[in-house]
């Protein structure tokens, strides 16, 4: 069977997508991690979902949105006290260098919910939507977008991505500094390289000075309190998930051995929180026949990409779907490219991580300057853009089906 759809039926679905994305946002603004906002977004999407799937279900999960940018402040704080020891007892500043880098690493990097323990715990839900094959289920496509949308960076937004960038990284050089000028006054001066510090090691830990700007602005990463509209990250895959089902719907498209499923995360902006809650809930599960599609930041119609490794390129996603998204989308007429590597991170990682094979499809930047600001707002909605994702995936959905 080939599901063809004239360019009139991809533009109307694709028009209505977008109208109802700007509506979102002045109906459900602030939609941070687990709030209320982000929970009556989610259920406005299962209403809608129900209208066009067989089935359709929500599944609340326990999440500490706080975890996701509370090291943040930890780590700074820890920089600080690091440089201000250096200069009275070496081996307490090495412990505050290493106090600083472990969440660094654990959650800031990775992602992992080793801390979370101990942040406030609040409610987020899941939504899934599914509709059936004709027959015996031979595969599943899980197609996945987050309802909560980005805390405000200030500092991003005042300077752009390449200061958050550029302060990030000296931060981070001024700690191995701090940690280096420390083992060599402890090397110096044995036992644990206390008391006060003199000479070339007095003038090393000066220079250390010039770090401290850095490890101050880290505190306007993040911590506005405020939550951008989320009409790019991540309404955008939520609506063209939607406007998928409705698509086949209203059609009376039905797969022969492929289930599609569309699920609605929560606290993905906290670490893909809701994802991997909905992986661990499936964990005795049968992975074989699934594959995951990560929709996120369907903004710009001509940088549609697909990346083989996500999450600063620590979790390596599935090459095959990948490859297969990529061909799909040359099928239909989509200009878009594989990344080696990508700073940020989609659910495809939670799903990867969890045993499934994944792959995200976005349209934007590597890095888009919007993101994490007041400018991912309604204006930036763009119905062409969601046109070409709902292109991609019904021929992705047909070459399933008949592979």
């Given amino acids: 069977m080939k599901t063809a759809f004239s360019d009139e039926t991809y533009r109307a679905a694709a028009e209505t997508a977008a109208q109802e994305i ?60 690091a440089y201000v020891t250096y200069f009275f007892v070496s081996f307490l500043s090495v412990v505050f260098v290493i106090a600083a880098a472990i969440p660094l690493v654990v959650q800031g990097l990775l992602c ?14 899941n939504v899934t939507a599914t509709k059936k094959c004709a027959g015996d289920r031979k595969r599943r496509v899980v197609i996945v977008a987050h309802a909560d949308a980005a805390p405000v960076s200030p500092l991003k937004s005042a300077l752009g991505g390449k200061a958050v960038a550029a302060v990030c990284a000296v931060a981070v050089i001024g700690l ?35 770090f401290a700007p850095a490890w101050v602005a880290c505190f306007f990463v993040f911590g506005s309190g405020k939550a951008s509209d989320g009409a790019s990250d991540n309404l955008s895959g939520c609506y063209t998930a939607l406007a998928l089902m409705r698509l086949l719907d209203s059609n009376g498209v039905v797969f022969d051995g492929t289930e599609i499923s569309v699920v609605i995360t929560g606290a993905e902006e906290c670490g893909m929180r809701g994802a991997a809650a909905w992986c661990k809930v499936r964990a005795d599960e049968d992975k074989t026949d699934t594959v995951a599609i990560a929709l996120d930041t369907l903004r710009e ?41 990508t700073f940020g991170a989609t659910d495809a990682v939670a799903f990867t991580r969890a045993g499934y094979r994944a792959a995200s499809l976005t349209a934007s930047d590597m890095s888009p300057e919007y993101i994490h600001t007041p ?5 930036g909605v763009n119905a062409k853009a969601i046109e070409d994702a709902l292109r991609v995936l019904v021929e992705y959905l047909d070459r399933a089906d008949n592979a």
Avoid: H
Wanted: charged residues 25%; aromatic residues 10%.
């Fill in 301 to 341: 119609d001509d940088k549609f990409a697909v990346s083989l490794r996500e999450l600063n390129g620590f979790v390596r996603t599935d090459a095959a779907p990948a490859e297969e998204l990529t061909d799909a989308a040359g099928a239909a007429g989509v200009i878009c490219e594989k990344r080696g590597c």
């Fill in 22 to 81: 700007k509506a979102a946002v002045e109906e459900f603004p602030a939609r941070l991690p687990a709030s209320l906002s982000e929970l009556n977004a989610s259920d406005r999407l299962k209403e809608e979902l129900g209208k066009c799937a067989d089935e359709v279900r929500a599944e609340q999960f326990a999440v500490a949105p706080a975890a996701a940018t509370g090291w943040v402040y930890f780590t700074a704080v820890c920089a600080i006290m």
């Fill in 176 to 210: 191995l500094y701090v940690l280096a000028a420390d083992i060599a006054r402890w090397a110096y001066m044995g036992s644990m390289g206390t008391g006060l510090v003199e000479g070339a090691y007095l003038y090393a830990g000066l220079v250390g000075i010039v």
């Fill in 375 to 379: 400018r991912d707002n309604a204006d």
């Fill in 112 to 125: 992992l919910p080793a801390f979370d323990g101990m942040y406030v715990t609040r409610t987020s839900q």
